[in-house]
C-alpha cells in the first residue's frame, strides 16, 4: 500500500481514477474490487457496533454507494470516508428502526457461524470476538464510535471528524478517553499492558 498526501494508506494509488471511473460507468469489475477493498471493513465496524444483520446493512450501504457515486469527487482516501459516512448513517437508521419496532424475540447465537474445521480456532475466534464486543459495550457511544472508525475503518482522525460531524480535536480527545477507559478496564481486570 502506498501513502496518500496526508499520511493515510492507499490500495490503488494512480490507479484509484481508472477504478471510480468504472464504477461510475458500471463496470461489474470495478464494483466488485470496490467491494472487495471496503465491504470486510464496513461489516466489521458495523458488527461491532452490535447490529444484527450485518449482511443486510452492509449490502444497503453499498445501494447507497452505487446510488450516489455520480455525486461524489475526490481521492482515495476521501472515498474510503465517504463510504463510512454512508455506513455510520446506516447504523443510525438502523438503531432507530429498532427502537421503534424491537425484535420479538431475541435471536439465539448457535455458534454455527464459526464453522472453519478447526475447533480450537474456532473457539479462540469466538472467545476474541466476545470480548472485543464486551470491551466495546462498556465504551460511551462517542468514544465507541470513535474508535472503531479510526481502527476498524482505517480512517484518518480528519475523516473519522468529517464522518461524525465533529472537529478533529473533538475526534483526538475521545480517542484520548476511549484508550485511557480501555486501558483502565483491562487494568482492573488484571491484563498486564
Do not use: N
Amino acid at each position: 500500500m502506498a501513502a496518500a498526501a496526508g499520511g493515510s494508506r492507499t490500495e490503488f494509488g494512480d490507479a484509484f481514477e481508472a477504478l471510480l471511473a468504472g464504477a461510475r460507468s458500471g463496470a461489474p469489475w470495478a464494483w466488485e474490487r470496490v467491494y472487495r477493498w471496503l465491504a470486510p471493513a464496513v461489516a466489521g465496524y458495523l458488527r461491532v457496533q452490535g447490529v444484527r444483520d450485518v449482511d443486510d446493512l452492509t449490502s444497503e450501504v453499498f445501494l447507497g454507494v452505487v446510488r450516489g457515486i455520480t455525486r461524489f469527487s475526490g481521492d482515495e482516501s476521501q472515498f474510503r470516508s465517504w463510504v463510512f459516512v454512508i455506513a455510520h448513517r446506516r447504523l443510525q437508521d438502523d438503531r432507530r428502526r429498532h427502537v421503534r419496532r424491537p425484535d420479538a424475540a431475541p435471536l439465539v447465537d448457535t455458534g454455527s457461524t464459526l464453522i472453519g474445521g478447526d475447533a480450537e480456532a474456532d473457539a479462540l475466534l469466538a472467545l476474541g470476538t466476545s470480548r472485543v464486543h464486551t470491551l466495546c459495550a462498556r465504551l460511551a457511544p462517542d468514544q465507541r464510535d470513535v474508535m472503531l472508525l479510526r481502527i476498524v475503518g482505517d480512517l484518518t482522525v480528519d475523516d473519522v471528524a468529517v464522518v461524525l460531524g465533529k472537529t478533529r480535536g473533538a475526534v483526538k480527545a475521545l480517542l484520548r478517553r476511549g484508550f485511557t477507559a480501555l486501558r483502565k478496564i483491562l487494568e482492573q481486570e488484571g491484563v498486564p499492558l
